[in-house]
Antibody
Framework: EVQLVESGGGLVQPGGSLRLSCAAS????????MNWVRQAPGKGLEWVSY????????YYADSVKGRFTISRDNAKNSLYLQMNSLRDEDTAVYYC??????????????WGQGTLVTVSS | SYVLTQPPSVSVAPGKTARITCGGN??????VHWYQQKPGQAPVLVIY???DRPSGIPERFSGSNSGNTATLTISRVEAGDEADYYC???????????FGGGTKLTVL
């Protein structure tokens, strides 16, 4: 059974940093690219970042580019999101999601339960 | 950047058919995927590649995509279908995932 379990969320002050983790199991993690998707309270889904299976290709949403860094450790079956210079508008539930499908037509077949990040003073 | 437009809400009586649209420039040339999200839960894939259903998703869920509009159709709507629904594409020009704003389906 595929499982994605996020952790690392919490309360942080504006300008602060936080590192999210996503532990994957039930599939060959090293064979799949991965993504982060977030959802602000009461709002819709927003795609955040993509990393290829070998970490050779990385993409970011414009709203987080230069502040967030996606990475992975295939030996530990883990995905990460380092979030720096956090802003109030980064407050959201952060999901890790597994993309699948052929290139440029990805969809997300498995999602974690999400971890809440609250940016507030 | 590519924009997907959904109606904020759709209401339907039980047993009737709900149609949720997703508009985008020449969206018919892209693959559209749909997710259902109930309160406090992670999204669940209900349609992929415009009209394919994952295993476990009822046949009542179907999709279509042509021109500038993709549509998620839910036949014989049940109370348990009440949820938020999101369309999604992968924008190859920017290498970004894109979600629609979401549609709240209310079963009357």
């Amino acid at each position: 059974e595929v499982q994605l379990v996020e952790s690392g969320g919490g309360l942080v002050q504006p300008g602060g940093s936080l590192r999210l983790s996503c532990a994957a199991s039930g599939f060959t993690f090293s064979s799949y690219s991965m993504n982060w998707v977030r959802q602000a309270p009461g709002k819709g889904l927003e795609w955040v970042s993509y990393i290829s299976s070998s970490s050779s290709t990385i993409y970011y949403a414009d709203s987080v580019k230069g502040r967030f860094t996606i990475s992975r450790d295939n030996a530990k079956n883990s995905l990460y999101l380092q979030m720096n210079s956090l802003r109030d508008e980064d407050t959201a539930v952060y999901y890790c999601a597994r993309p699948i499908g052929y290139s440029n037509h990805y969809y997300f077949d498995y999602w974690g339960q999400g971890t809440l990040v609250t940016v507030s003073s | 950047s590519y924009v997907l437009t959904q109606p904020p809400s759709v209401s339907v009586a039980p047993g009737k058919t709900a149609r949720i649209t997703c508009g985008g420039n020449n969206i018919g040339s892209k693959s559209v995927h749909w997710y259902q999200q109930k309160p406090g839960q992670a999204p669940v894939l209900v349609i992929y590649y415009d009209s394919d259903r994952p295993s476990g998703i009822p046949e009542r869920f179907s999709g279509s995509n042509s021109g500038n509009t993709a549509t998620l159709t839910i036949s014989r709507v049940e109370a348990g279908d009440e949820a938020d629904y999101y369309c999604q594409v992968w924008d190859s020009s920017s290498d970004h995932g894109v979600f629609g704003g979401g549609t709240k389906l209310t079963v009357l």
